[in-house]
């Protein structure tokens, strides 16, 4: 069975940092793309941003909101997915996703893409 466990959300003060970590099973995580992504208070449906991607080669996207700021990192012998993420601010507040490639790849533009997805962590930025 294909999982995705997410941790490390918290709540942080404008410039503060976090580190989000996505434990992936049941499927070979070195080959395959993994992004993060996030949907923010209000969105609705599959309204969401795809905040950064670590793709199989080992290269990366960043969207301009975090570039910078983030940094998404793999570990493919211990199968684990992390997103640095510094100096945070209030519009970074949202529901984290650590996400796996669908059937088609992934996407820089849209979250629909992939495949698989974790539950969740919240991260809360208070000004």
């Known amino acids: 069975e294909v999982q995705l466990l997410e941790s490390g959300g918290g709540s942080v003060q404008t410039g503060g940092s976090l580190t989000l970590s996505c434990t992936a099973s049941?499927?070979?995580?070195?080959?395959?793309?993994m992004g993060w992504y996030r949907q923010a208070p209000g969105d609705e449906g599959d309204e969401c941003e795809v905040?950064?991607?670590?793709?199989?080669?080992?290269?990366?996207y960043y969207a301009d909101s975090v570039k910078g700021r983030f940094t998404a990192s793999r570990d493919n012998t211990g199968n684990t997915l992390y997103l640095q993420m510094n100096n945070l601010v209030p519009t970074d507040t949202a529901v984290y996703y650590c996400?796996?490639?669908?059937?088609?790849?992934?996407?820089?533009?849209?979250?629909?893409?992939?495949?698989?997805w974790g539950q969740g962590t919240q991260v809360t930025v208070s000004s």
């Open positions: 996400a796996k490639d669908g059937d088609y790849g992934v996407s820089t533009t849209t979250c629909a893409r992939f495949g698989i």
């Open positions: 049941g499927f070979t995580f070195e080959n395959s793309d």
């Open positions: 905040v950064a991607i670590a793709y199989g080669d080992r290269s990366t």
